[in-house]
């Protein structure tokens, strides 16, 4: 049995630093990435970065990131005037930052519930994550709080063992809704909460150190901490996007895409096979997210997105649904997806992980699609990314393919067994 090879293919977790030439890349500023080394390094505007795990220093593939916010002012300046901290006293660069510098404050309590806090303003009803750097120093654990002024969710993590703790539940105006802890090498980590609101656009971030799990603080209670980031979304956020850095404005950090125009003679517009290979490395949100698609706008698309525990493939064609399908898939942190959609006039599938097919025969094509994306959401021809997380490796054939399953591949492996193992469709 021959199997089909892609006319175009990015392996972004085996070839780091190596993009197509035909593909373009964007986005309009500068934004960070963990290297092999497990530094946080700064990465120019339209330059790609690809993502390294920093315990391991395996590569994770390209970052696709949407366009995120950072509400925090003084966001790596603890000790500033923007910062109230109550019964607290910081010590200002103590203590190594994810990206090697002696960033990272000391935090110590000198009275009963003292927390470094600040003020932010959002749009009502969206959801918000806060997230800290943080280090054990002689407490182990970050105590991390969001509230109105009445209602607030409480949460606990515990630096030296890199584990999430208890939360508050919250109640009326402020709801708990996720927490996350990454581990980034040295006893640092990343400790976000995310809540989601209704009607009220005031909130208080706060965090501080804490002695045990569920104790608030108490005198002399101390941690480092530092980089910390405050993000509003209209969805859940999920988890913490990649650290913008502030002083005395906030900062916006611009989504990714890549886009490859089909004017090449490798796009058919008759029939063709996208496939999707990613290692979960985070905890990502539960609305729809977009790996990658065909099209121009929202009216003409062909798109595989994320929604809940589910992978989609929608096809729209002159503003028309013509396809909705979706799969299963697991999201673990440390599971390793691969997932397929083809199509052709009335002949649509997706797959996941080597599962039966899901069909619909029925539905036209969007007409004249001027490029392929990455990471992009569908209703933009060159806006940046919906996902939020690494991408492996992405390829593209000119054929709806039929015959053999798509299942999940290993983490590294030569060119030539990559494209062996590239998936086609299983009927």
């Not at 063992?161 to 927490?179: E, M, R, Y």
Request: charged share 15%; net charge positive.
């Amino acid at each position: 049995m021959t199997i089909a090879r892609p006319s175009l293919r990015f392996d972004f977790a085996n070839a780091p630093g190596f993009l197509d030439p035909r593909a373009t890349f964007g986005r309009a500023s500068t934004a960070v990435a963990f290297d092999r080394q497990g530094v946080s390094r700064s990465a120019a505007a339209g330059t790609p970065r690809w993502e390294f795990d920093p315990i391991t220093g395996l590569s994770r593939g390209m970052l696709f990131e949407p366009q995120r916010t950072n509400l925090f002012l003084r966001a790596r300046e603890l000790d500033h005037a923007a910062w109230t901290n109550t019964g607290m006293t910081v010590t200002a660069n103590t203590s190594a930052a994810a990206d090697g510098t002696m960033a990272l404050e000391t935090l110590a309590a000198i009275a009963a519930g003292a927390n470094a806090a600040q003020a932010c303003t959002v749009t009502a009803g969206n959801a918000i994550t806060i997230s800290v750097y943080a280090r054990a120093s002689t407490s182990p654990h970050l105590l991390l709080s969001i509230n109105d002024g009445v209602n607030g969710v409480l949460c606990w993590f515990n630096l030296q063992a890199g584990t999430i703790g208890t939360h508050t539940a919250g109640i009326g105006t402020v709801l708990f809704a996720f927490k996350d802890i990454e581990p980034c090498g040295g006893g640092l980590h990343r400790c976000s909460l995310t809540v989601t609101t209704n009607t009220n656009t005031a909130f208080a971030a706060t965090f501080g150190p804490a002695a045990a799990d569920g104790v608030c603080t108490v005198i002399g209670d101390t941690i480092f901490a530092g980089d910390a980031q405050f993000e509003a979304l209209s969805t859940i956020a999920a988890h913490a996007s990649s650290f913008i850095a502030t002083t005395s404005t906030t900062v916006t950090r611009s989504g990714d895409y890549l886009s490859v125009p089909t004017s090449g003679s490798w796009f058919n517009a008759a029939e063709g096979t996208m496939v999707f290979d990613f290692l979960v490395n985070r905890r990502t949100p539960t609305n729809s997210l977009v790996f990658g698609r065909i099209g121009d706008t929202f009216a003409s698309t062909i798109y595989l997105s994320r929604s809940n525990s589910s992978v989609f493939m929608t096809v729209i064609s002159g503003s028309v649904q013509q396809a909705l399908i979706g799969k299963t898939l697991d999201w673990t942190i440390g599971t390793r997806n691969r997932v397929a959609m083809a199509w052709r006039v009335s002949d649509f599938a997706i797959v996941a992980n080597g599962s039966t097919a899901a069909l619909d025969t029925s539905g036209a094509l969007p007409v004249g699609p001027t490029r392929l994306m990455i990471g992009a959401a569908p209703y933009s021809a060159t806006g940046g990314a919906d996902y939020c997380d690494a991408i492996s490796q992405a390829a593209y054939y000119p054929r709806r393919l039929a015959t053999a399953c798509c299942r999940p591949s290993p983490r590294r492996r030569s060119q030539r067994h990559v494209d062996r193992d590239l998936p086609s469709l299983r009927q």
